[in-house]
């Protein structure tokens, strides 16, 4: 199971932090985890990653140096901290878990939480 939670409501340029708790078959210690978003009408779109063993994570280009994503391997839990944000960043945001290493196509993951709604007001 991938639990989701830390949405809300914030004001533009404000932060949030996002967490999703692992459990089960649902750790790949081998693979690692992905937050995606979707906006109303638009497709789901990768927003970063990051691997269980190594921590190495990869990141949309639009979101770099103001989200970052970062796992606590004990808690089984990853976090996606959210700065600055901005009205386009408003979306329901989904962690989801991979066997594979680097992962980005919602394809590429096999088990996804049930979405938390980011609302960031202009």
């Known amino acids: 199971q991938l639990q989701a939670s830390g949405g809300g409501l914030v004001q533009a340029g404000g932060s949030l932090r996002l967490s999703c708790a692992a459990s089960?078959?649902?750790?790949?210690?081998?693979?690692?985890m992905g937050w995606f978003r979707q906006a109303p009408g638009k497709e789901r779109e990768f927003v970063a990653r990051?691997?269980?063993?190594?921590?190495?994570?990869y990141y949309k280009e639009s979101v770099k140096g103001r989200f970052t994503i970062s796992r606590d391997n004990v808690k089984n839990t990853v976090y996606l901290q959210m700065n600055s944000l901005k009205a386009e960043d408003t979306a329901v945001y989904y962690c989801?878990?991979?066997?594979?290493?680097?992962?980005?196509?919602?394809?590429?993951?096999?088990?996804w939480g049930q979405g938390t709604l980011v609302t960031v007001s202009s």
């Open positions: 089960g078959r649902t750790i790949s210690t081998s693979g690692g």
């Open positions: 989801a878990a991979s066997s594979r290493v680097y992962p980005t196509r919602p394809d590429e993951y096999e088990y």
């Open positions: 990051i691997t269980w063993k190594t921590g190495a994570t």
